[in-house]
């Protein structure tokens, strides 16, 4: 498979026909910064009142005990040894 870019291609038409919606209107929040910054604080006011899904609990109680065991060790590139990373950190008090 061969990957390139096309000299010939305008970009920049590319681009402005990816901000259009499916009514071939630019949405709103894209020229208005107001806008923009109006629809970001509803995001994050909506994030704080969202509760955990139940079932990705049980899904990151499974994965954080393997990404555990995974980061618990390093395996170094010079001769294949395998050492303990908690021997590479240094605490400092």
């Known amino acids: 498979m061969k990957v390139g870019i096309q000299k010939d291609f305008d970009y920049i038409e590319l681009g402005k026909e990816s901000m259009i919606d499916h009514n071939g209107n630019i949405p709103k929040r894209l020229i208005d910064d107001q806008a923009e910054e109006s629809f970001w ?3 994050l006011d909506r994030k704080k009142r969202h509760l955990p ?11 954080l005990p393997l990404l555990i065991a995974m980061i618990m060790y390093w395996k ?3 001769d294949g040894a395998i050492i303990p990373l908690p021997l590479l950190i240094k605490f400092e008090s």
């Open 41 to 43: 604080s509803s995001m």
């Open 53 to 63: 899904d139940p079932y990705a609990q049980v899904v990151q109680q499974e994965l």
């Open 76 to 78: 170094s590139d010079l």
